[in-house]
T-cell receptor, first 113, second 111 residues
Framework: GEEVAQTPKHLVRGEGQKAKLYCAPI?????VFWYQQVLKNEFKFLIS????????ETGMPKERFSAKCLPNSPCSLEIQATKLEDSAVYFC???????????FGQGTRLTVV | DAKTTQPPSMDCAEGRAANLPCNHS???????VYWYRQIHSQGPQYIIH???NNETNEMASLIITEDRKSSTLILPHATLRDTAVYYC????????????FGTGTSLTVIP
């Protein structure tokens, strides 16, 4: 596709439940990035992929967060046993190469209640 | 680590040029400067990027100082639709190419 598609737009989970977010990068883009925006204006890097390989996972909370980018499937970000502080907008972005611009999706707003 | 420093807010009259400054004094030689903007809570929108030379596209111009420690994004004729938070970002060339977002500048274009 011509744009990064993120689903769902909104997700509500009870504390302790699992949350799974999806991202379809732009066709032909090799790099995928996940960001978390908790407070207005503050973006936290989570993880990046080069194709299906993890490229940089320095921002990923080790215990409850996991992510995958498998061939011929949307990328996914999964949060096991969600906590209230996981409430945020999660953005996915993709870029064609290492130093080309990245295009962001419209985000998934996760609300943990 | 704060990679970039921007003023928290700015106003600009409609039709005038908006000049948004950014300091990135610790930038490495192979790191690019990117500018994105976020309108309301939408996904960040790419504006422009550069390494050393000044760049111009249909949206804006990017002026990078010779020492690369600061840059300015110029919107030549601001419109009300340019009201947004503008992020100056240094992109790590060697660390997963992640974008280091700062806190951005909230630009308000005034009629």
């Amino acid at each position: 596709g011509e744009e990064v598609a993120q689903t769902p737009k909104h997700l509500v989970r009870g504390e302790g439940q699992k949350a799974k977010l999806y991202c379809a990068p732009i066709k032909g883009h090799s790099y995928v990035f996940w960001y978390q925006q908790v407070l207005k204006n503050e973006f936290k890097f989570l993880i990046s992929f080069q194709n299906e390989n993890v490229f940089d996972e320095t921002g990923m909370p080790k215990e409850r967060f996991s992510a995958k980018c498998l061939p011929n499937s949307p990328c996914s970000l999964e949060i096991q046993a969600t906590k209230l502080e996981d409430s945020a907008v999660y953005f996915c972005a993709s870029s064609e190469q290492q130093n080309t611009e990245a295009f962001f999706g419209q985000g998934t707003r996760l609300t943990v209640v | 680590d704060a990679k970039t420093t921007q003023p928290p807010s700015m106003d600009c009259a409609e039709g005038r040029a908006a000049n948004l400054p950014c300091n990135h004094s610790t930038i490495s030689g192979n790191e690019y400067v990117y500018w994105y903007r976020q309108i309301h809570s939408q996904g960040p929108q790419y504006i422009i990027h550069g390494l050393k030379n000044n760049e111009t596209n249909e949206m804006a111009s990017l002026i990078i100082t010779e020492d690369r420690k600061s840059s300015t994004l110029i919107l030549p004729h601001a419109t009300l639709r340019d009201t947004a938070v503008y992020y100056c970002i240094v992109r790590g060339a060697n660390t997963g190419n992640q974008f280091y977002f700062g806190t951005g500048t909230s630009l308000t274009v005034i009629p």
